[in-house]
């Protein structure tokens, strides 16, 4: 079974930072890519960043040169976040889509709230 695990969000004043941090667990797995999604009150869930299992990454064009999506050997997905504004406060979520001896398959973290205040 794999699961996805978020961590590193919070509250904090606009022009401040946050790292968020995911770590994907189980066995016998390979990643396809790895995203950060997230969702404000009363909107749509949107794509913040993505990152290929090439490490191609993109980004929403709301967060770029704010944010920086990365991941290291261990399978833990970051993200720097930069510069927040208010409006980036959201439940952000992890996302991975995964290559398993059973075939390809998308999970999901349980999300971290994120809140900037003015």
């Known amino acids: 079974q794999v699961q996805l695990v978020e961590s590193g969000g919070g509250l904090v004043q606009a022009g401040g930072s946050l790292r968020l941090s995911c770590v994907a667990s189980?066995?016998?797995?390979?990643?396809?890519?790895m995203n950060w999604y997230r969702q404000a009150p009363g909107k749509q869930r949107e794509l913040a960043a993505s990152?290929?299992?090439?490490?191609?990454t993109n980004y929403a064009d709301s967060v770029k040169g704010r944010f920086t999506i990365s991941r290291d050997a261990k399978n833990t997905l970051y993200l720097q976040m930069d510069s927040l504004k208010p409006e980036d406060t959201a439940r952000y979520y992890c996302h991975a889509v995964l290559s398993l001896p059973t075939g390809r398959h998308e999970y999901w973290g349980q999300g971290t709230q994120v809140t900037v205040s003015s």
């Open positions: 189980g066995t016998s797995f390979r990643i396809n890519g």
């Open positions: 990152m290929s299992s090439g490490g191609i």
